[in-house]
């Protein structure tokens, strides 16, 4: 009884922890561009390092102070496919189609696309 008493607690303290520690980074986020550093080169360094989240959450930033950076928006369809995010994958490839649809990264997107949504006649043309 008392291993479990303890085990709870710890279970409580990690929690916790993690908790505020999750709370601290949202507070003192700044944006990459505010620091001087390139956030898609930041995105593709947490991409490479598997913190999906984190070069999502940058790159989301980075689309809201410039929505017509295309590259951000590439790097932005790499990270939900890494994630397997398929309703945001698919959102934003239908979104790009039309300025990348003459390119050759479309293909690489039309592969990824219909491996996660094989129905949608997007990735299907």
């Known amino acids: 009884m008392v291993l479990l008493t303890a085990m709870a607690g710890s279970t409580g ?6 908790g505020a520690r ?3 980074r949202t507070i003192r986020y700044t944006k990459p561009r505010h620091r001087g550093i390139d956030p898609i ?3 593709e360094v ?5 913190r999906t989240k984190e070069a999502v959450r940058v790159l989301r930033d980075t689309l809201q102070d410039e929505p017509d950076n295309l590259a951000a928006k590439v790097t932005l369809l790499r990270a939900y496919s890494s994630d397997r995010n398929v309703r945001a994958y698919s959102s934003l490839a239908k979104d790009l189609h039309g300025s990348l649809s003459d390119q050759a990264v479309w293909t690489t997107i039309q592969r990824n696309g219909r491996e996660m949504d094989p129905h949608n006649p997007l990735f299907n043309t």
Do not use: I
């Open 22 to 24: 999750k709370l601290w």
């Open 13 to 18: 303290c990690m929690a916790a922890y993690y």
């Open 46 to 50: 947490f991409l490479a390092y598997g």
């Open 41 to 43: 080169g930041e995105a």
